[in-house]
């Protein structure tokens, strides 16, 4: 596909492309691969220096998958299977970022790669039919297409306390841990923040600080990742059931080899209690995602599994008054995501490690010397902003998104996303998201759900381009019906009244606390979903609106601006 622009200046080879990926991450490098393979001239935009999104960028202590390492790596090739062993059942970070880099390598992508650049702004071009991505040098890039791997969860965000600024001492949000080691031995380290990130921190410099306040706002459920070795004998046992493992993934809502299954009822609370004890003990997700379907249901089912999970934290932690702190009371057990932790409970049992309760006492300042509560004053060399993230869209917003008539996305996006499928969104033609708002993404093993995203996409873009056809939007109407469907999914569950990044709450965030839901992600399960979208393709893409490059000629004819595909 090549693009002339008539009496305009002719784009700079460098400067246009059929299609730009955004994010070097686990989506924009599979999207990158399929795209150069189905022969586009496409080229990553990636803000940071190199590839790997969130492995770059999560560089703290303690950070790993929680999937298993060989449900996570990428399926699509038979000979990257065979030729990457993972070493421990659940990968630290800088494994990870190494097998990406080995794919990137591997694979020759690269070269299609450009760093430090980042976008700043994207605006449609009614008339061309182009998007024009701004850079953050003011360089301007055109495209037919963009993809959007922005990560559902790339935009940081941090507390505003008065005086973050004045803190003497270091202080970083974990997404931004830097990359020199940064010394924590002898250090009086504070962590604010108790989800999954904050939980592997926690557990992981316990014993290398000399003293260490964990500021927690509300507990999570957390339960055990058992992690472990994988020796060369295990890794070619993984390899050789690398299809039946795929296949049970795309099997399970989950994306995970845990299924889970109807029954809870059926059994007795002994039969149910044994089953727990078996699962607490398994490695991963198992405790929640092969456990009775019933706990995301049904309020007593829910709420005794929680009883039990809590029973479990009472057992690990020596002060029972600090171990009702760690146990949740306004959720129940899986009705957020779960962090997964090593030794988290017991790190409560050391003697420099001390829980602040700012539920009771909350932070009034960040002074020059530590972190003054309602109740008392905290000397730290280290704060640790563990404090999550503008989950989903906040990637999306950062960029100034402006599609038809110069609409904006974040304005549309200000209740909620609307998304078709999680694919696409009217008024933003030829923007194309992978992991997007309302897919399955953000719900699932991660890049199981991105594989399937990537893969329809470039379906997608090889259709159009097969047919002549320029410009692609969603229809309203058909992005209506799969708001129902989201919400549908989203109100059968009992997680449809907590308060995490799943529901869209964040309090750091303007307009994303209380009382707003924002239906980010699809609940409904992998593979219905897969179906779904699937059933579009094979359907001749229903609740598209695609206009085939012969109308452009003559609206391009009739403005004196010709587009040739
Ligand atoms: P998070 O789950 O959103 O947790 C943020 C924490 O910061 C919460 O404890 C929150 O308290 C606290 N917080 C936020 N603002 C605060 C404030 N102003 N004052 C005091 N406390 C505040 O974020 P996360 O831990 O970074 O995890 C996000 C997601 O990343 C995870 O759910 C997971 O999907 C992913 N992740 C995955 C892994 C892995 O193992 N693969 C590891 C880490 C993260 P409240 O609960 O009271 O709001």
């Known amino acids: 596909m090549t693009i002339d622009q008539g009496n305009e200046a002719e784009p700079d080879e460098q400067r246009h492309r059929d299609v730009v990926v955004i994010g070097a991450g686990v989506s924009g490098i599979y999207a990158i691969k399929k795209l150069i393979d189905a022969g586009f001239d496409a080229q990553v935009l990636e803000a940071d220096e190199d590839l790997g999104g969130t492995w770059y960028r999560n560089r703290y202590p303690g950070c790993r998958f929680d999937s298993e390492s060989y449900t996570y790596g990428y399926s699509f090739s038979r000979e990257l299977l065979d030729e990457w062993n993972w070493t421990e059942r659940f990968s630290p970070q800088p494994e990870n970022l190494r097998y990406l880099n080995f794919v990137a390598d591997k694979f020759d992508l690269r070269r299609h790669m450009r760093f430090n650049a ?4 994207m605006d449609w071009d009614e008339a061309n039919c182009l998007w024009h991505l701004t850079l953050g040098d003011g360089d301007v890039v055109t495209a037919r297409f963009v993809v959007a791997s922005l990560g559902p969860l790339s935009a940081p965000t ?49 014993d290398k600080v000399a003293e260490l306040k964990v500021f927690q706002r509300r507990p999570n459920w957390s339960t055990p990742l058992n992690n472990g070795p994988i020796s060369t004998e295990e890794m070619s046992e993984i390899r050789r059931r690398y299809d039946d493992i795929f296949a049970a993934c795309s099997a399970t809502p989950g994306g995970f ?113 530590g972190i003054r509560t309602a109740a008392d004053h905290y000397d730290l060399d280290v704060i640790v902003y563990a404090t999550g993230f503008d989950a989903i869209t906040g990637a999306y917003d950062r960029i100034g998104i402006h599609g038809v008539d110069g609409a904006g996305l974040a304005d549309k996006w200000s209740e909620g996303p609307r998304t078709y499928m999680g694919l696409l969104t009217s008024g933003f033609p030829n923007l194309l998201m992978v992991a997007g708002p309302q897919s399955v993404s953000g719900s699932t093993n991660f890049p199981r759900a991105i594989e399937t995203g990537v893969e329809w996409v470039t379906e997608l873009l090889c259709n159009l381009r097969d047919q002549g056809i320029v410009r692609v939007e969603a229809e309203p109407e058909a992005e209506q019906e799969w708001l129902g469907e989201v919400v549908k999914a989203h109100e059968r569950l009992l997680l449809r009244r907590s308060k995490g990044w799943f529901t869209g709450y964040n309090a750091n965030v303007d307009g994303h606390s209380e009382g707003t839901i924002r239906y980010q992600a699809y609940f409904g399960g992998a593979p219905r979903y897969t179906r779904r979208i699937a059933e579009v393709a094979a359907n001749g893409y229903p609740g598209l609106n695609m206009t085939p490059s012969d109308d452009r000629l003559s609206q391009a004819e009739a403005s004196e601006t010709e587009v040739r595909p």
């Not at 980042?118 to 702004?121: G, Y």
């Not at 004045?166 to 010394?183: A, I, L, M, N, Y």
């Open 118 to 121: 980042q976008v700043t702004s």
């Open 257 to 369: 080899e845990h299924q889970p299954k109807w029954g809870f009822w059926d059994k007795t609370q002994d039969e149910r209690r044994a089953l727990w004890d078996e699962l607490y003990e398994e490695s991963g997700f198992a405790i929640l995602a092969a456990n009775f379907a019933e706990i995301f249901l049904d309020e007593d089912a829910n709420r005794e599994i929680s009883e039990y999970i809590a029973d479990r934290i009472r057992q690990r932690v020596d002060n029972p008054k600090v171990a009702e702190k760690l146990i949740p009371v306004d959720h129940g057990f899986g009705t957020q995501r779960l962090p997964l932790e090593t030794s988290y409970f017991e790190t409560y049992n050391r003697d420099n490690v001390e829980l602040v309760d700012i539920s009771e006492h909350s932070i009034e300042a960040v002074t020059t010397t």
């Open 158 to 206: 941090l507390p505003a306390l008065d005086g973050m600024d004045d803190f003497g001492g270091t202080s970083f949000h974990s997404f931004h841990w830097p990359k020199d080691p940064v010394e924590l031995a002898g250090k009086r380290v504070g962590v604010i923040g108790t989800g999954a990130t904050g939980i592997q921190i926690i557990a992981e410099i316990a």
